[in-house]
């Protein structure tokens, strides 16, 4: 069945430093979507990348959707420690069905 | 802003209860999910529901069911709790352009 890596699983970065985790899929992706998680809480909707070679930012979030639709990226430049959390990518398999990524945990030292 | 209410933060059941997890939206959403989210396995999806009295296995629906008999309301049900069921269970709803929209969760233990 379709799979979705995510890399890395975890990362530790100084507050400042920036922060890039990856989505692949080994199949052609119609959408794909972003989430983050604090500790202790629920998924929250980051948003969601259509286009090939789509763009999208958020403040200091870059969301990026290959050009092939088979990977996604999110970067975020110059860390917080409110950027704690895990960053989750999720792509829809046909119908109501979704595969979320294993998710990056972002930790931030201040 | 769309709203998902989940019952109980967290729960302690004994093995072999059963045991019912409720979940309430205040929007007129149709379809309504149950995932549990488990450390290393990620999110995996239960059951789901796009209407009333519907229902749909997901990826894991062993030793579990669903019910839905209004639209707001999607409860998940353990007929008889196992240990291996203790987990985080999230409920949410869908809309395609705003992705879904989880509850708080509920942290189930079964002891």
């Known amino acids: 069945g379709q799979q979705v890596m995510q890399i890395p699983q975890y990362q530790h970065v100084q507050e400042g430093e920036d922060f890039t985790t990856y989505c692949n899929s080994s199949t052609t992706l119609s959408n794909i979507q972003w989430y983050k998680q604090r500790p202790g809480g629920h998924p929250v909707f980051l948003i969601q990348?259509?286009?090939?070679?789509e763009v999208k930012k958020q403040k200091r979030l870059t969301f990026q959707f290959g050009e092939a639709k088979k990977n996604s990226s999110l970067h975020i430049t110059a860390t917080q420690t409110t950027d704690v959390g895990t960053y989750f990518c999720?792509?829809?398999?046909?119908?109501?069905?979704?595969?979320f990524g294993a998710g990056t945990r972002l930790f931030v030292k201040a | 802003d769309v709203k998902v209410t989940q019952s109980s933060r967290y729960l302690v059941k004994r093995t072999g209860e059963k045991v019912f997890l409720e979940c309430v939206q205040d929007?007129?959403?149709?379809?309504m999910f149950w995932y549990r989210q488990d450390p290393g396995l990620g999110l995996r999806l239960i059951y789901f529901?796009?209407?009333?009295?519907?229902?749909e296995k997901g990826d894991i629906p062993e030793g579990y069911s669903v019910s839905r008999e209004k639209k707001e309301r999607f409860s998940l049900i353990l007929e008889s709790a196992s240990t291996n069921q203790t987990s985080m269970y999230l409920c949410a709803t869908y809309t395609g352009g705003d992705g879904y929209t989880f509850g708080s969760g509920t942290r189930l233990t079964v002891v």
């Open positions: 999720a792509v829809n398999t046909g119908g109501f069905k979704t595969i």
């Open positions: 529901s796009y209407d009333v009295k519907m229902k």
């Open positions: 990348l259509v286009k090939s070679g």
């Open positions: 929007m007129d959403h149709e379809n």
